[in-house]
Every structure is written in C-alpha cells, then in structure tokens.
C-alpha cells in the first residue's frame, strides 16, 4: 500500500531563501508524481508533473526532481518570496489494475516580508 | 486565466437522498476533469478522472454506483452522490483539464453535509 510523507509539516523563512520540501513514498513503482499548492480562500493550483520516466521538471522558480530508488521527490523553491506562502502538497500515482492517487498531508509554508 | 466554477458552493442534504454537484470550465474547452473529496484536516484523495463523452474511471476503493460522474460536454462535468449519507459530508472539488498537460485548474469546491 503506498504512502506518502511530506517533511516538513510547516516552515517558515526569511524572504529570499531557497528552500527544499520533501515528499517521500513507499512504493516506488510509480506512475508519476504531482506538486500542487493550496492556498486559504483561493483553492489548489497545479504547479508540476513528473512522469515515472523523468528526473525532473522546472517552471520558473521552480524545481522538481524525482527519485523512484529512494523514493524521493523535492520541490525546490528558488529566491522565495511572500506570495510563495501556502501549503504544498505532492501526489503520487501508482497501482496495477487499477490507479490510485496519494496525496501527501502537504507542507505549510511561510515567507516573512 | 482558466476559470472553473462549481454549483452549488454549499448543500445540505438529508440522508438517503441524492445530490448533484456541477463542475463548469468557464472559459476553456475541458477534456479532462477531475474529482477530489477533501475530509476535514485531511489531504486531498482522488475521486475518479472523466473523459469527454466516455464513463469516468474510477480511483480504485472509490464506488462507481455511489458516486455518478457524466461528462457530456466539453465544458461541464457533474457528481451525483446517490443515497448520500452522513459519512458522504466532505468538500467535493473539480478541476479541469484542457489538453494533454500537466496544468489542472481547480474549482472553489462544494461543501456538501448530510444529516
């Protein structure tokens, strides 16, 4: 059964700060792997996908790599800033006969002015 | 931006009865859309991914004949949650998809409390 764990549960930093959050699961056999964010009041918004296929994906200040053998996967968050603060969350799809998405209990950031 | 909406924002049912949620792409053509349930303090689980014009496919563990999905048009999805009961409350989102990219775009959501 796949799980999924996101570290830290909550950050916070000074604005300007790289930062990297973890998602990790259990069965690596996977089909690929999603980064979202959700923000308070203004609902969820698709940041990444990776495929089981690839190492990783960017967009803007944005990085997304994706470790199957240690089941790893980070997003890292380039020169941060206020607007960046919400909660992360990262998905992972897998299963044979039939798929299954699991997303992480995600990750609340806060970027101080 | 891609705008999707969802009626209505907020339900309240009595139980054994049924409910529809839709889910609109206001200024987009949506091949694909997504259902989510959202428990109190909890993540996101993935309900079932709909096709334009063919049956919904189903996240294993989630029952088909609860949960009616029709995707008739390119633009509008709807969730039926048949005989609903109190264990059914949950926050429902959808989000659309317009081609074959990674890009989603969400709905506000409908909170939906079954008595």
């Known amino acids: 059964k796949q799980e999924v764990t996101q570290i830290p549960a909550a950050l916070s930093v000074p604005e300007g700060e790289n930062l990297v959050l973890n998602c990790s699961f259990t069965?690596?056999?996977?089909?690929?792997l999603q980064w979202f964010r959700q923000d308070p009041g203004k609902g969820l918004t698709s940041l990444l996908l990776?495929?089981?296929?690839?190492r990783e994906q960017t967009s803007g200040r944005l990085n997304a790599s994706l470790d199957k053998s240690s089941g790893r996967s980070t997003l890292y968050i380039a020169a941060s800033q206020p607007g960046d603060s919400a909660t992360y969350l990262c998905?992972?799809?897998?299963?044979?006969?039939?798929?299954?998405?699991?997303f992480g209990a995600g990750t609340r950031l806060f970027v101080k002015a | 931006g891609a705008v999707v909406s969802q009626h209505p924002s907020w339900v309240i049912c009595k139980s054994g009865t049924s409910v529809k949620i839709e889910c609109r792409s206001l200024?987009?053509?949506?091949?694909?859309m997504f259902w989510y349930r959202q428990f109190p303090k909890q993540s996101l689980m993935l309900m079932a991914t709909?096709?334009?014009?063919?049956?919904?496919?189903?996240e294993q563990g989630v029952e088909k004949d609860k949960f009616l999905i029709n995707h008739a048009s390119l633009t509008l999805s709807t969730l039926t949650v048949t005989s609903a009961h109190p264990e059914d409350s949950s926050f429902y989102i959808c989000?659309?998809?317009?081609?074959?990219?990674?890009?989603?775009?969400f709905g506000p959501g409908t909170r939906l409390t079954v008595t």
């Open positions: 989000s659309a998809r317009e081609d074959d990219s990674y890009e989603q775009y």
């Open positions: 069965d690596s056999a996977i089909y690929n």
């Open positions: 990776i495929q089981s296929s690839q």
């Open positions: 998905a992972v799809r897998s299963g044979t006969g039939g798929f299954k998405t699991i």
């Open positions: 200024d987009f053509q949506a091949t694909t």
């Open positions: 709909s096709n334009e014009g063919s049956k919904a496919t189903y």
